[in-house]
């Protein structure tokens, strides 16, 4: 277990976790991705990280972490070595909310669960994407730290849509 209190744990997902996490991704991009992304497309997406797609993520050992509010699945998030060619040597891949958990202070605690891996990884530095229209990910990870590297643009059907890499030392 990586984090606990009487109400609040993350711990490493599991094969059995699929069914919620597919469901805390559908929801949650859903919330956060209606205006940004083409409808059209963002569903496709949706659909492709369905459960049998978690299912085979969790067994494939991949860093996924779930964290439980009063015992319930609640949000997730993966992390590991950077995908890009920099300093900064560990990166937050995804770290997502269901929609009734996000604001409440839970994201913190995933962050942190997430910096605490990658420290015991001895990954040194921190990098995280978001797109730059989704300005609660980007106030979330500046008032933890969080500073803007570069940009780049991602295409999400046809729409080429600017993201931001914010990074920690």
Not at 51 to 62: F, K, N, P, T
Not at 78 to 89: I, L
Not at 99 to 114: D, K, V
């Amino acid at each position: 277990m990586l984090v606990s209190s009487s109400k609040v744990r993350i711990r490493k997902g599991r094969p059995a976790d699929a069914e919620a996490l597919a469901g805390i991704f559908r929801d949650s991009w859903q919330q956060t991705y209606r205006s940004i992304i083409p409808p059209l497309y963002l569903e496709t997406m949706i659909r492709r990280r369905g459960y049998e797609w978690w299912a085979a993520s969790l067994r494939s050992g991949d860093t996924i972490l779930l964290l439980e509010v009063a015992g319930k699945p609640a949000g997730y998030a993966t992390c590991g070595p950077s995908r890009a060619r920099c300093p900064f040597e560990g990166e937050i891949y995804e770290l997502y909310l269901s929609p009734i958990y996000q604001g409440l202070g839970f994201g913190e605690h995933l962050f942190e669960a997430c910096r605490a891996t990658l420290d015991s990884r001895r990954l040194k530095g921190l990098m995280v994407w978001a797109l730059s229209a989704n300005t609660p990910a980007i106030d979330f990870y500046w008032r933890r730290g969080g500073r803007p590297l570069g940009k780049s643009h991602d295409r999400f059907g046809g729409a080429k849509i600017e993201k931001i890499s914010l990074v920690w030392s």
